[in-house]
């Protein structure tokens, strides 16, 4: 069989954002790749719209979006009748936004510094802690923000994921047994952020989890005897049409225990509870 023929991987990249990375490593591209990581279209947009309605904030409000990228969601959100604020820190997405979206406000900066905003708005949106994989990064910028006006969401919804796969097995397996050993560490305790589509994978089943702040606190158990893999996440959406092509987010196979704790006035970090 040649390399080509062999059916396409399952992807698998660092759980770590971008925003986790050294300076260093802030480069322009870095940025640029972010942009092409959406892939939810109209969808999201909708999906926030709906959740701002749910709210019922007095007309006027101030909303800020975070981070809002060109400011595509903020700009339907606006139309609701709030003032809206897009912030991000890429000048480039900013620059497209105000040529496309001039009625909202874009504002150059970094979320981790949500203490320079303090008294000027009602409500900070988190866009992409709406839809999109367990990332604790989110919870803690959310609960920073919490200390500066009022946030949404205050809960994730997430979908545990069990499931068996074949093609899985044959891939990331290893004939060395210590570096099999590092592999099954690797999808058993929340390192990997993997991508699978239903194609891939041969029995599965979904159940619903909320995690909710300010503690996030979120229990999963070990999958058990009858699927292999456990992945903690969400519907990987096909973009046109919203039909479900498979599943995203954290492999966790051994189950995991984690919940966010206050390390000083402004920050917040998520630790392993004892059982
Ligand atoms: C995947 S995009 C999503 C943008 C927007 N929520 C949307 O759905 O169109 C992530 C955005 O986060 C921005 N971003 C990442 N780290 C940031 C930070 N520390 N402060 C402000 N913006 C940041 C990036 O520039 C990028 O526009």
């Known amino acids: 069989m040649k390399d080509n023929q062999y059916p396409p991987l399952p992807q698998i990249r660092s759980v770590f954002r971008t925003d986790s990375a050294t300076n260093e490593t802030h480069t322009k591209d870095m940025w640029r790749n972010e942009m092409v990581s959406i892939n939810d279209g109209k969808i999201k947009t909708q999906m926030l719209v709906n959740c701002i309605q749910k709210i019922k904030l007095p007309q006027d409000s101030k909303i800020i979006c975070v981070p809002g990228g060109i400011g595509r969601h903020a700009d339907a959100i606006r139309k609701l009748g709030y003032n809206v604020t897009n912030l991000d820190r890429n000048k480039e997405w900013l620059d497209i936004g105000r040529k496309h979206f001039p009625m909202v406000n874009h504002l150059e900066g970094n979320f981790e510094e949500a203490h320079k905003y303090v008294g000027q708005?009602?409500?900070?949106?988190?866009?992409?802690?709406?839809?999109?994989?367990?990332?604790?990064?989110?919870?803690?910028?959310?609960?920073s923000w919490s200390q500066v006006c009022d946030v949404y969401p205050k809960e994730?919804?997430?979908?545990?994921?069990?499931?068996?796969?074949?093609?899985?097995?044959q891939v990331y397996n290893h004939p060395l047994y210590e570096m099999n050993k590092i592999i099954k560490e690797q999808m058993g305790f929340g390192n990997l952020e993997m991508r699978v589509t239903i194609g891939e994978v041969d029995s599965y089943?979904?159940?619903?989890?909320?995690?909710?702040?300010?503690?996030?606190q979120i229990k999963v158990d070990p999958s058990g005897p009858e699927y292999k893999y456990q992945l903690l996440g969400d519907w990987l959406n096909n973009d046109a049409?919203?039909?479900?092509?498979?599943?995203?987010?954290?492999?966790?196979?051994a189950g995991f225990h984690r919940k966010m704790v206050r390390k000083n006035k402004k920050d917040y970090g998520m630790i392993n509870v004892d059982t």
């Open 121 to 143: 708005y009602d409500l900070a949106l988190f866009e992409d802690v709406i839809d999109g994989p367990y990332d604790e990064s989110e919870f803690r910028i959310v609960n």
């Open 156 to 169: 994730k919804n997430l979908k545990l994921f069990k499931f068996n796969s074949k093609l899985i097995d």
């Open 241 to 253: 049409l919203g039909h479900k092509a498979g599943f995203r987010g954290l492999m966790c196979g």
């Open 205 to 216: 089943t979904v159940e619903s989890v909320i995690c909710k702040g300010p503690e996030w």
